[in-house]
């Protein structure tokens, strides 16, 4: 499917980053790109990351040196790239229940061939740890696979225990899954020897424990001898605690799209006010967000040898409820609350004056820019809960709270009625929750400002607090009915930015029980069964009766989800069209122009 490729905002030197015409030319080769890296700093390596492990900034790190099997995106459309992916071919047989991968005859950094060994490497560790792998999707790979047979050095068979839709398989799960130099990395310590220990349970367990404790060591980033072996285009040349980090070019990448350039540098910022300063003054930054509260910006950075480009996210921005807080979850399970709450959010407004129109309007759980073939009626028109503070005030009448607007609404008529404020809600409770953020982005505070001053309309009070993105989710646990200790789910509603969609958006991993960006516990026997309707069928119609009950569900509380403005300097080609799924990331693809 064809991402739609529009954006909101007015600004003529702003590029529709999705259709923009590459420049082309003849490039020199070599040079060195810094680009900026805003809000957190990647702590973790080893591409199977722990169950533990929030940051989604480790991707940004090690898809350069690890590629997925599937690689989503491809230009400015939402497809698989089958050029940058390590399969030359993906057969679906026996009613979608058998998958054949023939894998490209490429070659490690070392020289040894990527053979269907490493795939059978990567199974029996997740196989014997898919629980602590932070990628894993209830019920999928690799718990559905019945049988592995590996015919030949190049290909793969997997006989599944489920018929799939083929388009959700294949966007959703083998785009999680990577290929791992079995030859190198089959050891249970540093001085042990290569073998085949994880052909056994036991020896996987052993295994994965290393390499898992040895991808925590941020220090040996860049020389650890695990992470010399790669099969991406990109080498890790230099890594330092503040986040800085730089690849070059792994000179026996084996695909077609090799590096230009001869040296990438991230540069990392706290915040984007230094970051817009650093474009000012034209000489350190070659690649960078534009905040989209400087967009007046744009002109004078076009004037100074800087290009442009906006491209919808593929993803979801929300507010996430911790249905499990000892103090506020009865409250944010009903949803009734819920849905009080979403209707005090001024969506349009927030689009209009905090995002100055690049932004999609968030009216549910498929971002309408992004995936346009897949976005329903109901999300199309605004949504199941337009800006009504009227009606947020008599849902909470209706079930029983004293309602005292830019005041403190309280339960008056406590009980499970229909006319009471429900379940575990006691009289006298007050609708005050807590909200915490990641920092690090105007636009961001100035939203959150933006909904607290709303929600006071029914009297509802919002306690802002922002923090910098790696302490974020370390404080912020995984809180289910039947584990929420204190130290991880104290927290009551969250707000990370963003959550990243692969390219078939159905919910798997967000809104499902046990799914892994499931923080706050929302578990619905409803949910579960459309989200599986969408993974084993390929019915339109399945995908929007799950998309419309998610959006009136209201398991996170939806919000706008900025657009990613990308600034580059003019002289640099192959930025754009920008790849919707890794937009800055493509760095194999630059080159300056002679």
Known sequence: MTAVACSGGGNGAIANGASAAP???????????????????????????????????????????????????????????????????????????????????????????????????????????????????????????????TPDAHTVVLDLTTAYNADFYTDDVLSTIPLL???AWDKTSATGAVGDHDTTTAGAKAVYAYLQKEGAKT?????????????????????????YYSYVPNTAYSGSAKPILGKVVMSPFTTDTPEI??????????????????????????????SIASVPIPGVASIMPNLHNSAV?????????????????????????????????????VPVKAAGPWVSALERSGGPYPYSPAKARALLQTHGWKVVPGGRTTCERPGTGASQCGAGIAAGQALTFNLVYSSGRVTTDEQNAAIKSSETQAGITVNLRSEPFNTLISTIGTCTARSHPSSTCGWQLAEFGYDPYPLYPNGTGFFDAGGYNNYGGYSDARM????????????????????????????????????????????????VPLNPFSSANTFEDWGYTK
């Open 23 to 149: 420049t082309k030319g003849p490039v020199k080769q070599g040079g060195t790109v810094t680009v900026a890296e805003l809000g957190a700093i990647p702590d973790f390596i080893f591409p199977l990351p722990p169950a533990t492990n929030q940051n989604g900034y480790n991707a940004n790190l090690t898809q350069a040196m690890w590629p997925y099997l599937v690689y989503s995106g491809d230009g400015g459309k939402s497809v698989v790239n089958k050029k940058k992916s390590l399969f030359s071919s993906l057969d679906y047989a026996n009613g979608n229940k058998r998958l054949t991968i023939h894998l490209k005859h490429w070659n490690w950094s070392d020289g040894r061939p990527i053979t269907s060994r490493d795939f059978t490497f990567v199974y029996n560790l997740l196989k014997a740890n898919y629980s602590n792998w932070n990628a894993h999707l209830v019920g999928l790979f690799p718990e559905d696979v019945a049988k592995v047979s």
């Open 181 to 183: 130099p079995q030859h």
């Open 219 to 243: 220090t040996a980033f860049a020389t650890n001898p695990l992470w010399k072996v790669v099969d991406g285009p990109w080498k890790l040349a230099e890594f330092r605690s503040n986040g």
């Open 528 to 575: 579960d069964q459309l989200i599986k309707a969408t993974e084993y069928g390929s019915s339109s119609q399945a995908f929007t009766t799950y998309e419309d009950y998610a959006a009136r569900q209201l398991p996170w509380m939806w919000l706008p989800l900025r657009e990613g403005l990308l600034v580059y300097r003019t002289k640099l080609q192959g930025v």
């Open 277 to 306: 300063n650093a474009l000012r003054s034209g000489s350190s930054l070659d690649v960078a967000s534009l905040p989209l509260n400087d967009i007046k910006q744009a002109e004078a950075l076009k004037s100074s040898g800087y």
């Open 329 to 365: 979850g009865p409250v944010l399970s009903q949803l009734y609350v819920r849905q009080a709450f979403e209707y005090l959010i001024n969506r349009t407004q927030i689009v209009s004056k905090v995002y100055n129109g690049y932004a999609d309007p968030g009216n549910g759980p």
